[in-house]
């Protein structure tokens, strides 16, 4: 089983940008699907963005247009970039490959 891990999260203003990354202790180049996912307090775990294959992607509606999600075969990585973000987009960010979660990285829109 491959292990996660998770970085890149932070404070951040409202319409700023942050870039996370989730580096895996394998190779990823069998691991047909990777994604993010999200947890705001109280809420359930949200699908993100998912990317199966090498570039076919998919968003919920909340974030397209600003969030662009890829992988990194040659260093094992999957990657988020959050662009305008807003308030509502707080939550701690979970990293999923194949059967494996990250630990989680915490984002925080705030003014």
């Known amino acids: 089983q491959v292990q996660l891990v998770e970085s890149g999260g932070g404070l951040v203003q409202p319409g700023g940008s942050l870039r996370l990354s989730c580096a895996a202790s394998?190779?990823?180049?069998?691991?047909?699907?990777m994604a993010w996912y999200r947890q705001a307090p109280g809420k359930e775990r949200e699908l993100v963005a998912i990317?199966?294959?090498?570039?076919?992607?998919d968003y919920a509606d909340s974030v397209k247009g600003r969030f662009t999600i890829s992988r990194d075969n040659a260093k094992n990585a999957v990657n988020l970039q959050m662009n305008s973000l807003r308030p509502e987009d707080t939550a701690v960010y979970y990293c999923f490959a194949g059967t494996s979660w990250g630990q989680g990285t915490q984002v925080t829109v705030s003014s």
């Open positions: 394998r190779s990823i180049n069998n691991i047909y699907v």
């Open positions: 990317i199966r294959g090498f570039n076919r992607t």
